[in-house]
């Protein structure tokens, strides 16, 4: 599932091709995706706003237009891409200036597109999802922050102060595990499972542990884990595990840079142990029985 550094990525990556124009038309092709408004008012209400600008918020991201919120939620394997210009209707090659060339990776439109917005210049934006776990609603004016489901999303976890942040918001007394915790979207937003596994790590903190547990010390590292394991997503353009695709199509190449998600049974690449995959908080976990140790009681 795309967390913060994928959804961060496909932001500012489509930002620059569309900022400031014009939607030609829009195109819902899978109107059950569209929650909280009358699918047959989507298309003509899109069509000839200019866009503001489009933002992130925790996993979610939002198109500003003229007195309408569009909010884009990937789900499980929602892409967004973006066709310039000179794309094909049917990408394989596109024209340049000197010819032929092979497209980036922009998915052709076939059954799994779902919304596809023309802008005035012929770019596209393409809404892709196969398993269909996404979501898309309008609001109302520029107030999406007022939603009910972005007004109940905890801080950035990229520009929180840490120990205010924790003086405020860490729950002393609780005794699920801080797998979950950091999984808990109204606690922090934008991260899931890969990023929780990763900072859990960095920071020597078993993925068990009962919040509660954690000791007072540690809450900052692991904290401090947590935007550093998300600015180095960032920085190498997402994670494509499964179906996250940047929006010119290609991967981004977090992935192999991972120390413990998606390593299960792998050696540990600070210790050499055999690291564990198990459930917690309902997710695939993966952790490093010697790097992560569940203190004895
Ligand atoms: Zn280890």
Not at 103 to 132: M, N, Q, Y
Not at 154 to 166: A, K, Q, V, Y
């Amino acid at each position: 599932m795309p967390e913060l550094p994928e959804v961060e990525t496909i932001v500012r990556l489509l930002a620059p091709g569309i900022e400031g124009k014009r939607i030609l038309s829009a195109d819902l092709r899978l109107p059950r995706l569209l929650l909280g408004s009358d699918p047959g008012d989507f298309n003509p209400r899109l069509e000839g706003l200019r866009l503001e600008r489009i933002v992130r918020r925790g996993k979610y991201i939002i198109l500003e237009l003229p007195g309408l919120s569009l909010v884009v939620h990937l789900g499980m394997t929602g892409q967004l891409t973006y066709a310039p210009p000179d794309a094909s209707e049917k990408p394989g090659f596109y024209r340049t200036v000197t010819g032929m060339q092979k497209a980036l990776g922009v998915h052709p439109i076939d059954k799994h597109t779902h919304l596809i917005v023309r802008w005035e210049d012929g770019s596209r934006v393409l809404f892709r999802d196969p398993r269909t776990f996404g979501k898309l609603f309008l609001i109302e004016g520029r107030d999406w922050m007022r939603h009910p489901r972005l007004r109940i999303l905890g801080e950035e976890p990229l520009t929180l102060r840490i120990e205010p942040f924790l003086a405020k918001h860490y729950p002393d007394g609780s005794a699920r595990s801080i797998k979950a915790l950091l999984l808990d979207q109204s606690f922090l937003s934008g991260v899931g499972n890969i990023y929780a596994d990763e900072a859990l790590f960095r920071s020597g903190i078993h993925p068990a542990r009962k919040v509660k547990d954690v000791k007072p010390l540690q809450r900052p590292l692991l904290l401090q884990a947590v935007k550093d394991v998300l600015r180095a997503g960032i920085k190498n353009s997402g994670t494509s595990f499964s179906d996250y695709r940047k929006p010119d199509g290609t991967q981004g190449s977090n992935f192999e840079r991972l120390q413990v998600y998606g390593r299960g049974g792998q050696p540990c690449r600070k210790c050499g142990a055999v690291l564990r995959k198990t459930g917690i908080a309902q997710r695939g976990t993966v952790f490093c029985p010697r790097c992560q140790p569940l203190p004895k009681r």
